[in-house]
């Protein structure tokens, strides 16, 4: 079973936008993984427009399942990530002032910083993944950084997939079976939701995570948390 990762980022983003502590992130924190989810990913940025760098450290005391930390590893977010020890952190390569992550990483252009990054996150005991569009020759120069796993940018499947266009899955079903090959470990994310969810990870062979966030909260408004991380749980079995 592909285990699901409940990214937060949308309920920092809620409470923000009145002050105060209402939604309460902490206690939304562990509501989720009462209702099933294996683990809670945050993505902070340098403006903090949603998660906070202090939610991070008061996150890593109720997270009991997996502390996913997902953003660009400049000097700030390194050194968040040492002191909160996550069992995971996600590199992605956000540029300043992006509303949400638009890209994978250039695998091969920035090898040597990214192997530099995963190396110090591995010294820590902290597995790494790396953020990467589905492409070979990503997959292929990813492989060389040594880091642990992958996250396969899902925008692109999403966006076919609502035209009804199916065959969109094929080039992460190629880059999933080259990373199979190469022993990394699968993740997936980006515009990923109820819709989509099941095709896709009946489709890409060896997926092991999914971090899912602005869908299944939208879909919460509606449909209540509770209820909506359960639909997710069976659709991933």
């Known amino acids: 079973m592909t285990k699901l990762s409940v990214n937060i980022n949308k309920i920092a983003t809620l ?37 906070r760098y202090q939610d991070a450290r008061d996150l890593k005391s109720i997270v009991y399942t997996e502390f996913n930390i997902e ?11 040492l002191e909160c020890k996550p069992e995971q952190v996600t590199l992605v390569p956000d540029a300043i002032g992006a509303i949400t992550s638009s890209a994978g990483w250039d695998t091969v252009k920035n090898q040597a910083y990214l192997t530099e990054m995963i190396q110090e996150f591995q010294r ?31 925008e692109a499947f999403a966006h076919q997939f ?9 080039p992460y079903v190629k880059a999933a079976v080259l990373a199979n090959e190469f022993g990394l470990g699968i993740n997936a994310g980006h515009d990923l939701s109820l819709e989509n ?3 896709f990870s ?19 408004l509606y449909l209540g948390l509770e209820n909506v991380v359960n639909m997710y749980l069976q659709k991933l079995k």
């Open 15 to 51: 409470r923000n936008a009145r002050g105060g502590n209402v939604p309460d992130l902490l206690k939304v924190a562990t509501d989720i993984q009462k209702f099933g989810a294996q683990g809670i990913t945050i993505h902070p940025r340098p403006d903090e427009r949603h998660i």
């Open 71 to 81: 953003g660009n590893p400049q000097h700030n977010f390194i050194d968040l990530v």
């Open 124 to 154: 820590n005991g902290i597995r790494t993944s790396i953020f990467v569009d589905p492409r070979l020759d990503m997959i292929e120069g990813a492989k060389q950084t040594g880091t642990d796993r992958i996250e396969l940018y899902t």
């Open 162 to 170: 609502s035209l009804g266009n199916k065959s969109g899955i094929d």
């Open 197 to 199: 969810i099941q095709f």
């Open 202 to 220: 009946q489709n890409i062979p060896g997926l092991l995570e999914v971090s899912i966030g602005h869908a299944l909260i939208a879909e919460s």
